[in-house]
């Protein structure tokens, strides 16, 4: 059974070169084109189904049909085996990326997360415009998801788990049936034309009736597969939002269409009036080509996050226990697993290098070119690409919990966000249907008693040349754009409101350590008890400071622990060693704890601090038993970016734990003059809101565990790529390069943007503005109307698309500006 069908058993699509998800149905091997196809199939088999493909006699049009009934069509998604490739377990609330067909316009969008937002259950639907992807997060225990794709289908659109090369398939499939749309009407337009030829030709030269009626008669048969077949979604569509009580612009134009049509064959058929069979075609032809345009455009608009979906690879050689290597699906290997990677392959896996050297290209997330060497116990990516060593890897991520899964759920996040502005924009194109029609009527009343002979016409221009569309585009374009080009540049954009803000920010207050620094902190000079160095590091083991990594770091690589660690974040660490207990950490918090150092120390101490190094304390109940000098050097493009940002108009501050002195130094090399030091993480909240009570916008730049308050707190935020996940989590935006010069880029980025969804919005209230009074006026033909609407709405996309590419040699020119002389601190 399984042997004889080409392409994929369970839905007929083409496989993958290297026949990458064989699995196995009935005891026969198998080929499938994904993941999804396959547990589906198996899932099938095992539920003593699979007499369903030996009866089947053809594939069905959507591959999410080839479900047998007896499973009852999308329950079978709600298995756990099927899910686990797609859904998001969060504990009490799952989370999947759907794909949405059928979507024509901007109140489709709106319908869906109306639909799913009023379903009980669903915490939280948005649908972005742009690429038709729906984020979904529902609570398992209230509902299913095979009763979120039903709430789906009940309003006539078809839902489906995200997986790239499905959505690709859906989208071939999708301008398959556009370009066949298109083509009849075509063929029907220009063999239309030639009759109405003949037609009009009766208006100047004599022409016997018969053959008008024949011509009519002709026009009308040629007609009927345009308006059948061609003009077949716009109906379709118009009857379903008719039926919910929903605007959508489908309305006015199946109303245009359909009351040409009519009016055309009562013409045909009393042998009456004029016919305009080819001005429907004409309407429909460029209709349904602008739809195709729009298409194209909206796919080259979300090639970022095409591109980096498309990183992680599908399979992967995994490490048997003999040492020999057999090739897997990415999905099944599990957190332990080994997997090896020879040169100039991608890894598949989030993991640990376990053996071998080499130097990795991670580019695709973070946006530097140059490969960064990776040897035993260093870290890789998945969707990163191997150099020239070839690497052993052992897998701690997979799917869903992967940094690249991560980086696509924050960037499709982002770009379902709706700023301020277009939030008020999208509430005034709700109501933009129904004015229209309402409009419409007025105007067909009013012309009925001036001119009766005109009405209709000018009616249906009415109706066609109007366009709520481009508001809808407005938004969702630029984002997907920006973000694009954000996530090219190694930034991610974790929530794209804060777009708008940026282009509101007064000052930007830069974090010390891990920021404007390197952050890969180095021991300098220590003095002290010999075995100081060694507890210090055993009381710092479990932190993810910079700090302590330094301390850890020079202690010789021993393994002890202390116990009842306790952390005070912006401080240091208090735990057991020996059944003592000892303070570490910043040198006056543990005077406060301790008590003043000795004079020998606290000598040493005033040394360290003069040369600017940060001076960390040991100390335990039984007395001071060292100070450690914690050293890091300026990032070489610190002093470039903030006289960037300084010539933008913006503040600059600098915000650190650290003393006066090595606070001083760092921000003389950067250029920064307002400094604030020895700020515990409060404080620096109180900072920012103080500022903030002065009106000021603050954006903060951040890097480590205690950065985390102020980061949130702050009207936008940045955390540097290599930072802990707590300010990660608190951020706006996530530096994966670690470049400050990103800073200059994202906001010349983000204010661009802004501009450009406001320039969509004006080009799109100005078009509608300008052209309903000249088509109630009787000044715009029915076939004019027909070029106008459409081009509203790729007008605006093509505006949008004008930032991609954007910022990057602005950015360099700053980048490599020459630097203003020291600035003393005062």
């Known amino acids: 059974m399984p042997s004889s069908v080409e392409g994929c058993f369970h839905c007929g699509l083409p496989v993958p070169a290297g026949d990458p998800w064989r699995g196995t149905v009935a005891g026969e091997e198998a080929s499938f084109c994904c993941a999804g196809c396959r547990a589906v199939a198996e899932a099938i088999d095992r539920a003593g189904l699979a007499d369903y493909y030996r009866q089947r006699t053809a594939f069905p049009e959507r591959p999410e049909d080839a479900i047998p009934e007896e499973l009852g069509g999308a329950a079978l998604l709600d298995r756990e085996e099927v899910q686990r490739s797609f859904v998001r377990d969060e504990g009490k609330a799952r989370e999947a990326s759907l794909i949405l067909e059928g979507i024509t316009c901007a109140a489709c969008i ?311 502005i277009a939030r008020q924009a999208e509430r005034a194109s709700r109501w933009f249907v129904w004015g229209l029609l309402a409009t419409a009527t007025v105007v067909g009343a009013a012309w009925w008693a001036y001119d009766p002979g005109r009405a209709f016409w000018i009616v249906v221009a009415l109706l066609i040349v109007t366009c709520p569309c481009a508001l809808a585009l407005a938004t969702p374009t630029a984002l997907v754009v920006a973000t694009g080009e954000l996530a090219k540049r190694g930034v991610l954009a974790a929530r794209g409101e804060a777009l708008e803000t940026l282009s509101e920010v007064t000052r930007v207050v830069f974090d010390k350590t891990g920021t404007l620094t390197r952050g890969q902190l180095r021991l300098g000079a220590w003095s002290g008890d010999p075995g100081a160095l060694e507890r ?85 109940e039984g007395g001071w038993e060292g100070v450690f000098g914690i050293a890091d050097e300026i990032r070489p493009e610190a002093r470039a970016t903030v006289a960037a940002l300084r010539e933008r108009g913006w503040a600059v501050s600098m915000v650190t734990g650290d003393s006066e002195a090595a606070a001083d130094s760092l921000a003389c090399q950067a250029g920064i003059k307002e400094v604030h030091a020895r700020q515990r993480p409060e404080d620096k909240l109180g900072l920012v809101r103080a500022w903030q009570q002065k009106g000021e916008v603050v954006a903060v730049v951040g890097d480590g565990l205690n950065d985390g308050p102020v980061l949130a707190g702050a009207d936008v935020s940045f955390a540097m790529g290599a930072g802990v996940q707590a300010a990660r989590a608190s951020a706006d935006f996530i530096l994966l390069s670690n470049r400050l010069e990103r800073l200059s880029e994202v906001a010349h980025i983000g204010e661009a943007a802004l501009r450009n969804i406001r320039q969509n919005l004006q080009l799109s209230f100005g078009y509608n503005v300008l052209v309903v009074p000249l088509a109630a006026l009787g000044w715009v033909a029915p076939w004019m109307a027909a070029i106008l609407m459409p081009a509203s709405s790729l007008m605006v996309v093509g505006n949008a698309l004008r930032l991609r590419g954007l910022g990057r040699q602005r950015a360099r020119a700053a980048a490599s500006a020459r630097a203003p002389a020291p600035i003393p601190h005062a």
Do not use: C
């Not at 991670?362 to 990163?384: D, K, N």
């Not at 202690?555 to 570490?584: C, Q």
């Not at 301790?594 to 360290?608: I, S």
């Open 536 to 620: 210090a590091a055993a009381l710092e083991r479990a932190s993810e400071h910079p700090v302590a990594a330094a301390l850890v770091g020079a202690a010789d690589g021993r393994e002890e622990s202390g116990e009842r660690l306790e952390n005070f974040p912006g401080r240091g660490v208090s735990g057991y060693l020996e059944g003592r207990r000892y303070w570490v950490g910043a040198y006056g918090w543990v005077a406060e704890q301790a008590g003043p150092a000795p004079e020998a120390l606290a000598g040493e101490a005033a040394r360290m601090d003069g040369r600017g190094e940060t001076v960390v304390g040991l100390a335990s």
């Open 110 to 420: 709106w319908l869906n997360e109306r639909q799913l937002q009023q379903t009980p259950g669903i915490l939280d639907a948005q649908v972005n415009y742009t690429t038709h992807r729906a984020r979904v997060r529902w609570d398992p225990e209230r509902i299913t998801l095979s009763q979120i794709l039903q709430r789906i289908a009940a309003i006539g659109y078809t839902a489906h788990p995200y997986d790239p090369e499905r959505q690709e398939a859906a989208i071939a499939r999708e301008r398959r049936d556009l370009l066949k749309r298109i083509g009849v009407a075509a063929m029907g337009t220009v063999q239309l034309m030639m009759i109405a030829v003949g037609i009009y030709a009766a208006d100047f030269y004599p022409i016997d009736e018969r053959f008008l009626e024949f011509f009519r008669w002709i026009s009308f048969a040629l007609a009927v597969p345009v308006v059948a077949y061609s003009a077949r979604p716009f109906f379709t569509g118009a009857w379903s939002s008719v039926r919910r009580g929903q605007g959508s612009m489908d309305i006015p134009v199946a109303l245009a269409l359909g009351l040409t049509f009519a009016a055309s064959s009562w013409a045909t058929v009393s042998g009456r009036g004029d016919v305009y069979f080819e001005t429907m075609a004409m309407f429909v032809l460029f209709l349904l080509t602008s739809r195709y345009l729009e298409m194209n455009a909206r796919k080259r608009a979300a090639e970022a996050n095409e591109e980096l979906s498309k990183l992680v690879p599908t399979m992967a050689r995994r490490l048997a226990p003999d040492g020999q290597t057999e090739w897997v699906p990415v999905g099944d290997l599990q957190s332990g697993d080994r997997v090896r990677v020879v040169p100039g392959e991608t890894i598949p896996v989030d993991g640990t290098v376990a053996e071998g050297h080499s130097d990795v290209n991670e580019s695709a997330l973070t946006g530097e070119q140059t490969p960064v060497h990776r040897g035993p116990g260093a870290t890789v990516l998945g969707g990163t690409t191997n150099g020239e060593g070839p690497l052993t890897i052992q897998v701690e991520r997979v799917g869903e919990e992967t940094f690249m899964s991560g980086v696509l759920r924050l960037l499709e996040d982002a770009q379902a966000a709706r700023p301020r």
